[in-house]
């Protein structure tokens, strides 16, 4: 009886580690989401698909390094991550210069309306250019810890978890004090709280909102990249998937609030490895995005959000 | 006399059907405090947006003359360089501060061009390199001079919304005052002031003008207005009906006519238009 109960305190404890994982890769492409959106009020649909080309630059770079004959691995990942980043971010800039920006002061519809365009742009680009079937990665940080073992279920870490889980925790806590502590931060909350007050007290509006879009990219490709890692193969189409629940993890949270975001992610990623672990996998977003349903019926504005409340 | 800092020349601006300011023509000029006065739906407000690029006007030009000699077509000028290049800073009469930011945040972010004029220099910035430290420790000392001087110096780390009526209007000034203007261009900052209040603000407004930033002033608390302004200009329906010291002003049978009411019922279509 004791061992029974045990087995099942270990299979949980196995979910929320995988779904504790899977939660900070939705949070971190759920901040570029939440952020687009509290500075210019309209959804980046393109968002999902800068992760997924963040996720094949990765690929790309670790595979030119590897054929250059590179076999340390961090120096291979760190090389290989920043020049994602910086072409990525360069991706951000560019569909916001010129997909949202001339559409700024058009009806509200018309950037939500180019920017499904663009994700529909992005995701063929890739398709076309890289091909449709999956491309797959041999593990870079294999093997892991168990960490106990109860009646020959062994709870599992393994050390690619604990990457997912520092990196992400660092970029968090580094992007919270951009945002917080910075004068480019100060200027993005100033265009997120007043755009036109911010630009009659000088603040170049226009830049600060395509820093926010690259900001987004390089979040979204660092995500991109720990996703390739974790799962081993990507295809044009992740960027939709993980797009999708990334946005739901945004408005889960509240949309425009930042820890909401994060929260938001993790929610989410919980759900999904619950709901697999102990109900059906093929029913997994259904029941992720039930508990959307459910939470934006009792809490309109998400977890964290602010109800708007207009002066009159 | 020198040049004026600011010459509004043939201003007009329409709104469809609806002509707001026409052919307006007036000058500010340094170092002095200018009011704008008349009734309500005068087209005040109007000429405010039209000066700080909130609206584009129909016609008319809007030069800024700096005394070292650049000068600006305010007209034309993108939003953010008439506060950058220009030096033009206003605020409103619905106060329009960053609430959720800190009182001391509000005025950091005024100095944002200082702080961060390009991206590389964010980009230091962000990593404490390329002499931010210091910028930065001036910026706060600025900040700092600024909340003595609106008697805020106590509430610097409190949210500006939590603020009372009286206490964010001096600090929207003071936000203003932090971008360095050479004109601030104040809508109504004495409304819903006490007597009290509206001293405090007349003895800010003349220490401003007394540090070498020039005043023009939206204002229908004529004590205010009598006490502080060098120069008057009053509109009324879109016009300029006269314009001089504020004791010819007063004077002025035209200016008497417009405020003990003739043509009120004229007025709603532009009340509409200013609370717009």
Known sequence: ?312 | MTAPLLSVEHLTMRFGGLTAVSALSFAARANQITAVIGPNGAGKTTVFNCITGFYRPTSGTIQLHHPEGSSYALQSLAGHLIARRAKVARTFQNIRLFAGMTVLENLMVAQHNTLMPNVVSGLLAVFGLGGYRHTQKLAIEKATTWLEAVGLIGRADDPAGSLPYGQQRRLEIARAMCTDPALLCLDEPAAGLNPRESDELSELLIRIRGGGCSILLIEHDMGVVMRISDHVVVLDHGKKISDGTPAEVRADPKVIAAYLGEGDEDETPADAEEAA
């Open chain 1, 1 to 312: 009886m004791q061992t029974k109960a045990g087995v099942l305190v270990a299979y949980a404890l196995q979910q929320l580690i995988n779904g504790v994982t899977l939660g900070m890769i939705y949070g971190l492409i759920a901040v570029g989401y939440t952020m687009v959106y509290g500075i210019i009020g309209m959804i980046n649909f393109a968002h999902g698909d800068v992760f997924m080309i963040g996720a094949f630059l990765s690929l790309i770079g670790l595979t030119l390094l590897a054929g250059f004959g590179m076999t340390s691995v961090p120096l291979a990942l760190a090389i290989s991550l920043a020049a994602a980043c910086a072409i990525a971010a360069l991706y951000g800039w560019t569909v916001e210069r010129i997909a949202y920006r001339p559409l700024r002061g058009s009806f509200r519809l018309a950037p939500l309306i180019s920017a499904i365009g663009m994700s529909i742009v992005l995701q063929n680009f890739v398709q076309v250019s890289q091909g449709a079937r999956d491309l797959n990665l041999q593990p870079l940080i294999p093997g892991g810890m168990a960490i106990f073992e109860e009646n020959g279920f062994v709870v599992q870490l393994s050390w690619m978890q604990v990457v997912i889980s520092i990196v992400t925790l660092a970029l968090l806590a580094v992007f919270t004090w951009l945002v917080t502590k910075t004068p480019l931060g100060r200027a993005m909350r100033a265009c997120e709280q007043d755009l036109k007050m911010a630009s009659l007290l000088g603040i170049d509006t226009d830049r600060t909102i395509s820093l926010t879009f690259v900001i987004g990219a390089i979040l979204a490709t660092v995500a991109g990249m720990l996703f390739l890692l974790y799962y081993g193969s990507i295809n044009f189409f992740i960027g939709f998937s993980a797009g999708v629940k990334a946005f739901t993890a945004a408005v889960l949270g509240g949309i425009g609030s930042l820890p909401g975001a994060v929260l938001g992610g993790l929610a989410i990623g919980l759900i999904e490895s619950f709901w697999s672990g102990y109900a059906s996998v093929p029913y997994k977003n259904v029941a992720a995005f039930s508990v959307l349903v459910i939470v934006l019926i009792f809490m309109p504005s998400g977890l964290l959000g602010r109800s708007d409340v207009e002066k009159v």
